[in-house]
Structures are given as structure tokens and as C-alpha cells.
């Protein structure tokens, strides 16, 4: 073999081994997305609160040994979010709340956690995308079931304890005296993100069938149709509905899908019929739609629903920067989120807005909240388009994947620690799935 050839191959040992290291990383970091929450609430209690940033350490990690190995791609969104990010945690200190854990718990969402889309983008395998959908699905079973006892169960129950083993519940109101379960997470939020992910991934599977045993396939559709009325989530139904419309659209644009969509219809009809003659379904089903009734005529329909809570973010983040006076800068980096108010206030409440959007341009003024919000857009196009391409050549994981990422990239409520994992998680698993050459 020549010196060449010995060569070549070394390097592609190397190559290989760095990224096996990173891989175990985005695998970790996974793993405590999905179980930070019961850590929190149920196995270290009395840490709850340096649990809160426990994949911080991942992230910092992951973008090391990615820069030391050349493994964090060239992005104009990167390079323009980090900038814009320090530029904003400067004038925190120059003209907002100046104070130092604030800020740096704020800019970690963008200079930490953000960069991560692009080294699991480069990293992971279209085949790595595909094995973390496989375990949602065998997860989802088990998920279920817990999301079933904590709504059946009083908000004092084991089950329904908090983070740091709060007796109040970590339940949120719903509707009939029944509360939104938050399954293994710290909040219902990560429970409906969860199963949002898993929608996308069931679609996504009925379209490629070959790729996962099909009774697993059919018991985690049954999961995901127990749990929507269970989570008493507006949210994921909508997002549900929507990974269905794309692949609907997925066979439209592509018609090698047509007839796995009529059968994926048919296989979910005659799931949803089986599953709506239990009393578990009817009951939740009873307080899902009591919950709908009283939320949509308090926002003035789905019609407002849709427009104010979807559509109305950048108008409604525009308007309370001049209606509040908002300073050209901001008020200073991570003052919106929950651990900013703590430490500033001593309480925990929405300081400058509940929206994402409102809370980017309160924190960080109109130019560098506009720029966040417009870099993330820009993301998310770019990911629409190379995912339209990829579905005409037959490949349609990115584009089901993106029916998530367009609501959860530009607009999830990233002050959110497990918001901002599953943002995070999905913007690299698509950008993954992109990756015709690994």
C-alpha cells in the first residue's frame, strides 16, 4: 500500500473517531432534553436549579471539540447571530440592567446553544436522523402512559410533583378541573414539543415504512392520538394537523407518496375509531374540547387563535416596542426570561413579554431583536427550500421534520430552557437530514 493510500486512510479514521465523539455529545444532549424534567422533579430534586442549565455544559463541550477539529461549517446565520448577540450583551452593560449572570444566562441562548443547529447539521447522518425518530417511537408508549396517570391523578400525587419536589403540582390549568400534564419535562411545554417532534416522525415513517417495524409504527400513532385530548394542548393538535397537511402536500409534489398517504388515512382511521371507543380517550376528549370552547371564544375564535398567537408575533413585538417606550437597546439581555426575573426580582414573571418575539425586541432594543428574529426567518427559509428540493428527489424526512421547525425556530419561546432544546434538536436534525452525502 503506498504512503498515499496510508494516508487517506488515516485521515478518515480520524475524521471518522471525531465525529463518533461528537455524535455521543448530540446523543447526550438528547437524552437530557428528554429527562431533565424527572431529574428535576423526581430523582435529584434538591438540584433542580443547576439542572435548569444542565446541557450548558454539553453545549460548551460540543462546540469545543468542534472548533478544535474544524467541524463547525461556515454560516452566514451563525457568524451574523453570534455577532449580533455580543454586540447586544455590550449594550446590556452600557444602557441596559447591567447585571453580569443575567446577561450571560440570556446570551447563552444564541452563543451557545444556537451554534449547536449547525454542528449537529454537519455531524449527524441522514441515518442518525432517522435512529432518533426510532426512539421517539418506542418512547412514546411509555410517555403515554404517564401523561394518562398524571391527568387522572390529583396534582399532590407522586406523579404530578414539581421541580424540587413541589406538593403544588407541576400540572397547568386546563379545563374542568383537570391540568396539562408535563410527562417527563418540567413543564407542559416540553410534553407538547415532544409529542410534536413525534407527529412529524410517524408522518414521516407511514411515508417510508421499510425504515421501522410497522406495529411499532401503528402502537405510537394510537400513543399520539391518546395523548392530544391528554395534553390539553391547542398547540399540538395545530401542529399535528399540520405535519398531516405536509405529507399530504408530500404526495401532492411527489407521487411516489400518493398511495402511502391514501393507506396512512385509512390505517389512522381505523386507529382513531378503536382508540375513541375508550373511556380514557372520551373523558380527555370531554376536556380537550371544553378547553378549546373557552379558550377560542376569550381570543375570538380560531380565526383570532390562529392570527394572534401564530401569525400577530412580529406586529405584536413592533407595537410594544413603541407603546412601552421601549429604549433603542433594549432592557438588556435575559431580563424576559424566568431565571432573570428570579434573580432581579425575586419572583417569577414575564418582565417584558410572554411572546418570543416581543421578549427578543424588549431585551435587546428594535435593531438587534429585529435582526435575531430575521436571522432565524432567514434559517428557516433556507431550510424550506433545500427540504422542498430534497422531497422532489424522494427524500421527504427534512420536509416532515419541517413541518415542526417553522413553527419552533423562528417563534418557540427559546427564554425557555427545554423549548430551546427542542429548537435547537430540530434545526440540526433537519439541516442533518439535508446531508445527501453521509
Not at 41 to 50: G, I, T
Not at 391 to 404: D, E, F, Q, R, V
Request: charged share 10%.
Amino acid at each position: 500500500m503506498s504512503d498515499v493510500a496510508i494516508s487517506i486512510k488515516g485521515t478518515k479514521e480520524i475524521i471518522y473517531s471525531d465525529n463518533l465523539i461528537l455524535k455521543k455529545g448530540i446523543w447526550l444532549y438528547f437524552f437530557l432534553l428528554l429527562f431533565e424534567g424527572a431529574l428535576r422533579k423526581w430523582v435529584l430534586p434538591s438540584l433542580s436549579a443547576p439542572l435548569l442549565i444542565v446541557r450548558d455544559p454539553i453545549a460548551i463541550w460540543l462546540i469545543y471539540t468542534a472548533w478544535k477539529r474544524d467541524l463547525i461549517p461556515y454560516s452566514s446565520f451563525l457568524i451574523s447571530m453570534v455577532f449580533t448577540a455580543m454586540l447586544s450583551l455590550v449594550t446590556t452593560f452600557l444602557a441596559g440592567h447591567g447585571n453580569l449572570f443575567v446577561a450571560i444566562y440570556g446570551a447563552r441562548i444564541l452563543v451557545l446553544h444556537f451554534p449547536l443547529i449547525f454542528i449537529i447539521g454537519n455531524v449527524f447522518s441522514r441515518k442518525d436522523v432517522v435512529q432518533i425518530g426510532k426512539i421517539m417511537l418506542y418512547f412514546s408508549v411509555p410517555m403515554t402512559v404517564l401523561i394518562a396517570l398524571q391527568f387522572y391523578s390529583p396534582q399532590s400525587a407522586w406523579v404530578n410533583r414539581g421541580v424540587g419536589g413541589d406538593m403544588d403540582g407541576a400540572g397547568f390549568s386546563g379545563a374542568m378541573g383537570y391540568f396539562r400534564p408535563p410527562g417527563t419535562f418540567s413543564f407542559t411545554t416540553g410534553n407538547t414539543m415532544f409529542y410534536a417532534l413525534l407527529g412529524a416522525y410517524i408522518f414521516y415513517f407511514f411515508l417510508e415504512r421499510k425504515r421501522v417495524n410497522t406495529w411499532i409504527l401503528i402502537l405510537s400513532a394510537i400513543s399520539l392520538f391518546i395523548a392530544i385530548p391528554l395534553s390539553i394542548s391547542r398547540t399540538l393538535l395545530f401542529q399535528v394537523i399540520i405535519a398531516f397537511l405536509f405529507a399530504c402536500i408530500a404526495g401532492v409534489i411527489n407521487r411516489k407518496f400518493s398511495g402511502r398517504i391514501l393507506t396512512t388515512v385509512i390505517l389512522l382511521i381505523v386507529a382513531l375509531s378503536i382508540v375513541s371507543t375508550t373511556e380514557v380517550f372520551q373523558k380527555s376528549t370531554e376536556v380537550f374540547t371544553t378547553r378549546i370552547e373557552s379558550a377560542s371564544k376569550f381570543e375570538g375564535g380560531i380565526e383570532g387563535t390562529l392570527l394572534d398567537r401564530y401569525l400577530g408575533g412580529l406586529l405584536g413585538a413592533l407595537n410594544h416596542s413603541t407603546s412601552q417606550n421601549l429604549p433603542f437597546f433594549g432592557h438588556g439581555m435575559g431580563l424576559g426570561t424566568n431565571a432573570g426575573s428570579m434573580i432581579l426580582t425575586g419572583g417569577v414573571s414575564f418582565l417584558i413579554a410572554e411572546e418570543e418575539w416581543g421578549r427578543l425586541v424588549g431585551e435587546m432594543g428594535i435593531l438587534f431583536g429585529l435582526a435575531v428574529i430575521f436571522i432565524r426567518l432567514g434559517l428557516c427559509f433556507s431550510l424550506a427550500f433545500k427540504s422542498h428540493n430534497e422531497l422532489l428527489k424522494g427524500s421527504p424526512l427534512a420536509w416532515m421534520l419541517l413541518s415542526i421547525g417553522l413553527l419552533i425556530i423562528p417563534q418557540g419561546q427559546w427564554a425557555q430552557p427545554t423549548a430551546l432544546g427542542f429548537g435547537v434538536l430540530v434545526g440540526g436534525l433537519i439541516m442533518a437530514s439535508l446531508n445527501t452525502s453521509k
